[in-house]
């Protein structure tokens, strides 16, 4: 799978694609459906398939800190994205440049003269252009008109629930991670580089390797039972996803308590996986009562990986 970053880096051999647009956020089941039908299209046309999305997503650009909880950096989602077969993953930047293109500039200009593209499928709620004046509608017009076909892909609903980036948010913020999971198609994880922190958790016997979640909002807050990959092996932890109330933290940081491991992992890429939840976060009076529940979510925490 081939990442090509903006506009500009389209060549002519990136020409003549079966393409789809959009935030791909979580890369859950009716996102996997939809690409499964984009790369059976491709074969069917023996064209190469490619995924167009923006950084930041649009409504991050228009709402900064007052979006909707995130489910995926741009890292997680080209990491799900790889086993889909996709051929390419384009990523144009979401700025003030592009929030003003018009619907009929991106159909015309940016889908026929910049990519040639040769068919477009994308969702049924699918919007673009300034405004977001562009639909479905509008987009199966163009195709008429510039020679590309257009097609789209029904909701996908599963057991009565409609599968929804939105849906997998609420699912998260109620800690329900068994229903996260079955409208992922996958366990909910997060990745990131250990960073340098205040080595509070040390201090206090606690060591754990944080990891700034870059994100203007967290979909899960509390304390998790979680696994670790990115080390000689997989291990078990025990993690707080939060703002660190009892520490006056402000940014969304994820701290993690790795069971059996003591080693310096900073600058480490680290995929944490999140299996169960324990408890809210929640501020507590002293270090010492925050070490003394510490001890009790690891107990808890062993108990339930045993």
Not at 44 to 72: D, I, K
Request: glycine share 10%.
């Amino acid at each position: 799978m081939k990442l090509i970053r903006g506009l500009h880096g389209i060549a002519p051999e990136h020409r003549g694609n079966v393409m789809t647009i959009g935030n791909f956020d979580g890369v859950h089941h009716g996102h996997l459906k939809l690409l499964d039908d984009l790369v059976a299209k491709g074969v069917e046309l023996e064209r190469p398939t490619l995924l167009m999305t923006f950084e930041p997503q649009p409504r991050e650009f228009f709402r900064g800190r007052e979006v909707p909880a995130r489910l995926t950096r741009f890292r997680e989602k080209m990491h799900l994205l790889r086993p889909t077969g996709i051929d390419r993953v384009l990523c144009i930047p979401f700025n003030e440049v592009t929030a003003s293109m018009p619907a009929s500039y991106m159909a015309r200009d940016v889908l026929r003269d910049t990519l040639g593209a040769e068919y477009v499928m994308v969702g049924d709620d699918f919007r673009f252009g300034a405004g977001r004046v562009g639909d479905y509608a509008m987009l199966k017009a163009a195709g008429g008109r510039y020679g590309y076909g257009v097609s789209h892909m029904d909701t996908l609903m599963l057991d009565g629930e409609r599968v929804s980036s939105t849906g997998i948010r609420s699912a998260l913020a109620a800690g329900d991670l068994v229903m996260a999971e079955k409208l992922l198609g996958h366990k909910y994880f997060m990745m990131g580089h250990v960073v340098y922190g205040r080595q509070i958790g040390r201090t206090i016997g606690v060591p754990t390797a944080n990891i700034r979640l870059q994100r203007y909002r967290s979909a899960l807050t509390g304390v998790f039972c979680v696994s670790v990959h990115g080390l000689d092996r997989r291990y078990t932890g025990v993690a707080n996803i939060g703002v660190r109330p009892t520490v006056d933290g402000r940014e969304p940081l994820l701290e993690v308590h790795i069971f059996d491991f003591d080693e310096d992992i900073y600058g480490r890429l680290l995929t944490v996986t999140v299996h169960h939840r324990l408890r809210d976060e929640r501020k507590f009076p002293s270090l010492e009562a925050l070490k003394a529940q510490i001890e009790i979510d690891i107990e808890q925490a062993k108990e339930w990986f045993a």
